[in-house]
């Protein structure tokens, strides 16, 4: 499956933006989806994951209460909602898809990122 990522730019801290992946190429509702992020001299982390019927979608402690992972299956896509950015939230940020049957850990797939960039 091909991932492409975007929404992504520059905004003042307290803004908000809305981070869309789009998906091509299989069965997008065969996929778990999953929102990362990677800071400049950090390691990828992940922030959202919602499952193929967007059940309860999970979110990372350090962004909850901000973020919100939707997916839309008949647009294909996967969303990261974004609110009360802070500098902290700067980091390209990546969509990967898991294969829903899969039992072993990790992405299958992944997309280019987006830069997101808080300023203070």
């Known amino acids: 499956v091909q991932l492409q990522a975007s929404g992504g730019g520059l905004v003042q801290a307290g803004g908000s933006l809305r981070l869309s992946c789009a998906a091509s190429g299989r069965t997008f509702s065969s996929y778990t989806m999953g929102w990362f992020r990677q800071a400049p001299g950090k390691e990828r982390e992940l922030v959202g994951a919602i499952s193929w019927n967007g059940g309860t979608p999970y979110i990372s402690a350090s962004v909850k209460g901000r973020f919100t992972a939707s997916r839309d299956n008949a647009k294909e896509t996967v969303y990261l909602q974004m609110s009360n950015l802070k500098p902290e939230d700067t980091a390209v940020y990546y969509c990967?898809?898991?294969?829903?049957?899969?039992?072993?850990?990790?992405?299958?797939?992944w997309g280019r990122g987006t830069q997101v960039t808080v300023s203070s």
């Open positions: 990967g898809a898991r294969r829903r049957t899969k039992t072993t850990p990790g992405y299958d797939y």
